[in-house]
């Protein structure tokens, strides 16, 4: 009874689950006519209009489902977009919904919509009206400017309106983010009284904004000459976009300057007191006509975005008390020269991308990390000086410097991370210190001009394409901490010529040494026993390998277009040879495949010309080179083991002078000794049998 009951309730909670589970997750995404969309918890969210409509009429249910939201851009750039209807099922408008409709000239905001996103109708430079239902409980209107319900908040002034003045209705007492955006085409805005909030951004890009008037009543904020300020002065909040001066002097009475302040200002020269202790984000962002700036003694941090795009500016004096520089601080300044101070601790993400006159940097003893990207696209650095003091370089910090030459990472650095020095392609060398046990994916990847490099002991972990597009690297040595080589680790490293793999190394990954073309040899170890698809495939000049004995399989395009490879031994851990795996080896004459082989793909041995087939009767590869039409001869059984002609159970030194021997004439090896001198099993004994043992040799703990 009791086992009857639970298998009961276990059902009961399948078949509940199962019904629920169409309506609690998110779908993929569907199609109905010109809307894309996906469901979640039984709602359908419009992701994308696809239509050709100039009127549109949004539906209230797809696919069965009542579609209650307009998602991110689901209408953006649609430029044909003169009229849309919103259903009443609709609840939310998310953030950039109708981006740059600019012939949208009208929207009625239904009954039910409870959460419209930020710059949901930015863009939009015909509409002139925001209507909202009068019965939806967030959000109303005021003569086509949307507000909220009670009308104390100031949402969004329509692009399209053609006033040249405005003045802000009593009832406001905050401004929204982004409120005033872009293209208004108001030239003069006043601030009543009541006002006690204005977020960031609220004018943000308003190009024909000269004016900014505050009643003198107002408690919070103030004006002077239609600047904005808070209301004693001490912050600068706004400075209007379309202010025709070149130059402007900030009031002693400033102690910071808020987020965005002079973004897309047009003035060339910009005096700061020294009573100034902070550089707010975006401050400076998009001031294309400044090319000077001296930031005052007082200031300690510079913001994120502080002087984004400034293309115009050449020199930027940073006090010495200024302890950290900002995410894309100085980034895209494509003329600015200037000096790091000692103060600094820390460069933010991107903080000088895209500085192209920099040529010469000293990253000073206080800093301690260095951002993702700092210094990317510093085309014209050719010398970089980075201190013991800093603990922590971003991922691609240094990437695409294509002018520097050499730098030194100091002993504090324990990892390298991705792509740090990515595509320098002027760096000949560089020196990683032993405390360095990580180097990431793409580290060096494309650095064209380096010759050669010395990776310490201590290293760990070397990444995927660490070295790849390494155009000018001739050797390297792996130490032996390595147990893996990534995927792509030296591919298209051209120049190439010989590496040195350890007992360490267990796994070789995808594509390693692909368009190796220089590679002629390669010592693989015992202790590998994974090697990844088309690891030395385009290795042009590669003329003989020795695989290891532990592998299980011999991937695809391992060995593609190796032209020059004559021979191989397939060892008899192998079950597996994958397509395309000796395909256009054109040079190859013979291979031994033992009886573990189990599967041969179709393409394995395409465009092998010159192939012979090696091995044992009745054999899989036996089937396969009959099915394939390639020649095919039977290894017989032998009491003697392969690499042992002298027959003494051990391969050594002996068997090569016994190999040597007979091709000396000095003795003649019996037929079975001979069968196991002939590695290669070419037919004959040579110095490739000879190498061939020497490796195997060699590779003996």
């Known amino acids: ?163 040249d003045s405005y003045t802000i209705p009593n009832s406001i007492t905050s401004i929204g983010r982004y409120a005033f955006h872009q293209y208004v085409k108001l030239t003069n805005i006043t601030i009543p009284n009541n006002v006690t909030r204005i977020s960031y951004g609220a004018f943000f890009g308003c190009y024909r904004l000269t004016n900014i008037t505050v009643a003198v009543s107002n408690q919070a904020y103030a004006d002077l000459a239609g600047v904005l300020y808070n209301k004693d002065k001490s912050a600068l909040i706004a400075y209007p976009v379309g202010k025709t001066p070149t130059s402007y002097t900030i009031p002693n009475s400033v102690t910071s300057i808020g987020d965005g302040a002079f973004s897309n200002c047009r003035l060339t020269s910009l005096t700061i007191p020294n009573s100034v202790s902070s550089i707010g984000d975006y401050v400076f962002y998009y001031c294309h006509n400044l090319t000077g700036i001296t930031i005052p003694n007082g200031v300690t941090s510079i913001g994120s975005y502080a002087f984004y795009y400034c293309n115009s500016l050449t020199k930027v004096i940073i006090p010495n008390c200024v302890a950290s520089i900002g995410d894309y601080a100085f980034s895209r300044c494509h003329k600015l020269t200037t000096t790091i101070p000692d103060s600094v601790i820390s460069i933010g993400d991107y903080a000088f991308d895209y500085c192209e006159s920099l040529t010469i940097l000293t990253i000073p003893d206080s800093v301690i990390s260095i951002g993702a990207s700092a210094f990317n ?108 080589i990534a995927d792509y680790a030296f591919s298209y490293c051209g120049s190439l010529r010989s590496i040195t793999i350890p007992d360490s190394v267990t796994s070789i990954g995808s594509e390693v040494f692909n368009t190796c073309g220089r590679l002629t040899n390669i010592t693989i170890p015992d202790s590998v026993t994974v090697i990844g698809s088309w690891a030395f495939s385009r290795c042009g000049n590669l003329t003989r390998i020795s695989l290891p004995d532990n592998i299980e399989s011999i991937r695809d395009g391992t060995f593609y277009y190796c032209t020059s490879l004559t021979s191989i031994t397939v060892p008899d851990s192998v079950t597996s040879i994958g397509e395309y795996a000796f395909s256009n080896c054109t040079s190859l004459t013979s291979i031994t495949i033992p009886n573990s082989v189990r599967i041969i793909r179709d393409y394995a041995f395409s465009y092998c010309n010159l192939l012979t087939i090696y091995g044992y009767a009745n054999s899989y590869a036996q089937t396969y080179a009959n099915n394939k039409s390639k020649p095919f001869i039977e290894i017989k059984e032998q009491s003697i083991s392969p690499g042992d002609p002298n027959n003494d159970g051990e391969i050594d030194i002996f068997d090569i002078m016994a190999i040597r021997d007979h091709i000396f004439g000095t003795t003649t090896l019996t037929n079975d000794a001979f069968a196991a001198a002939d590695i290669n099993n070419d037919g004959k004994l040579d110095i490739l049998d000879i190498l061939e043992i020497r490796e195997h040799i060699s590779r003996k703990p």
Not at 78 to 105: G, K, M, Q, R, V
């Open 1 to 163: 009874m009791k086992k009857s009951l639970s298998i009961f309730l276990a059902l009961t909670v399948m078949l509940a689950l199962f019904a629920l589970s169409p309506d609690m997750t998110a779908s993929a995404e569907l199609t109905s006519g010109a809307y894309r969309y996906d469901v979640y918890g039984g709602n359908a969210t419009i992701n994308k209009y696809t239509g050709t409509a100039s009127i549109v009429v949004i539906p209230s249910v797809l696919g069965g489902y009542p579609v209650t939201n307009i998602g991110y851009r689901a209408f953006s750039y649609w430029n044909n977009l003169t009229s849309i209807t919103i259903p009443d099922s609709i609840t939310s408008i998310e953030s950039e919904a109708f981006y740059s409709c600019d012939e949208l000239t009208n929207i009625v905001i239904p009954v039910n919509v409870t959460s419209i996103g930020s710059e949901a109708f930015s863009g939009c430079t015909s509409l002139t009206s925001i209507t909202v239902a009068a019965s939806n409980q967030v959000y109303a209107d005021l003569d086509g400017v949307l507000c909220s319900k009670d009308k104390s908040v100031l949402i969004v002034y329509p692009e399209g309106k053609t006033l």
């Open 377 to 484: 696209q510093c085309y014209s650095l050719t010398s970089i000086t980075i201190p013991d003091s800093v603990t922590s370089i971003g991922e691609y910090a240094f990437s695409n410097c294509t002018s520097l030459t050499s730098i030194t990472i100091p002993d504090s650095i324990t990892s390298i991370g991705n792509g740090v020095f990515s595509n320098c392609t002027s760096l000949t060398s560089i020196t990683i210190p032993d405390s360095i046990t990580s180097i990431g994916n793409g580290v060096f990847s494309s650095c064209r001009s380096l010759t050669s490099i010395t990776i310490p002991d201590s290293v760990t972990v070397i990444g995927n394409s660490a070295f790849s597009y390494c155009g000018s690297l001739t050797s390297i040595t792996i130490p032996d901490g390595i147990t893996r």
